[in-house]
């Protein structure tokens, strides 16, 4: 069965740093360009990062520079380093396949607040 398991969120201050991880099942990883989204209250699901099976990435510019987004191919996991955390960072994280999407996992709470 398709799953994706994401963690690592939590409440930190402006400045501060987050590692998110994503387990994938490998029939949705393996070849697949993987991406990280976020979803803030009342506001619509967004791509912020994404990263082919040969590493290349891509960035939102929102958090261009502040976010790292990197993949084990061997563990099928994906993380997202987030640096320099602003309070608009707030937001549900979720991981997913960017072109043809599986079933979406619970996601991951990030919270951005002195």
């Known amino acids: 069965q398709v799953q994706l398991v994401e963690s690592g969120g939590g409440l930190v201050q402006p400045g501060g740093s987050l590692r998110l991880s994503c387990a994938a099942s490998?029939?949705?990883?393996?070849?697949?360009?993987m991406g990280w989204y976020r979803q803030a209250p009342g506001k619509q699901r967004v791509l912020v990062a994404g990263i082919n099976i040969g590493g290349s990435t891509s960035y939102a510019d929102s958090v261009k520079g502040r976010f790292t987004i990197s993949r084990d191919n061997d563990k099928n996991t994906v993380y997202l380093q987030m640096n320099s955390l602003e309070p608009e960072d707030t937001a549900v994280y979720y991981c997913?396949?960017?072109?043809?999407?599986?079933?979406w996992g619970q996601g991951t709470q990030v919270t951005v607040s002195s």
């Open positions: 997913n396949r960017v072109v043809g999407p599986v079933k």
């Open positions: 490998g029939s949705i990883f393996s070849i697949y360009v």
